[in-house]
């Protein structure tokens, strides 16, 4: 079992930053990829940013320039630093982490993202 605690989710002004957090503990040997959905009222889990155990990174379309993925691995977190952010980047996000084999998502709790205009 993998558990992942986020943090650092608030209410900010357009054009401002959040960083987000998510500390994994348990099986984290069993992790590959780790990333952040969001969810907003009304509509699907989408993917914001993943990255892989080697470092590979990928983005959503409407995140792209705006918000950096970064994993340290010594501290078993992943971090979400949104820069420029915008009242449709309001959402709930939820940390991810992925087992490959078998393949299983495991969730945090998810932590809450306000951008007022």
């Known amino acids: 079992q993998v558990q992942l605690v986020e943090s650092g989710g608030g209410l900010v002004q357009a054009g401002g930053s959040l960083r987000l957090s998510c500390v994994a503990s348990g099986s984290i040997l069993l992790i590959n990829d780790m990333g952040w959905y969001r969810q907003a009222p009304g509509k699907q889990r989408e993917l914001v940013a993943t990255?892989?155990?080697?470092?590979?990174?990928n983005y959503a379309d409407s995140v792209k320039g705006r918000f950096t993925i970064s994993r340290d691995s010594a501290k078993n977190t992943v971090y979400l630093q949104m820069n420029s952010l915008k009242p449709e980047d309001t959402a709930v996000y939820y940390c991810?982490?992925?087992?490959?084999?078998?393949?299983?998502?495991?969730w945090g709790q998810g932590t809450q993202v306000t951008v007022s205009s």
């Open positions: 991810n982490a992925r087992r490959i084999l078998p393949k299983t998502d495991y």
């Open positions: 990255t892989t155990r080697g470092g590979t990174t």
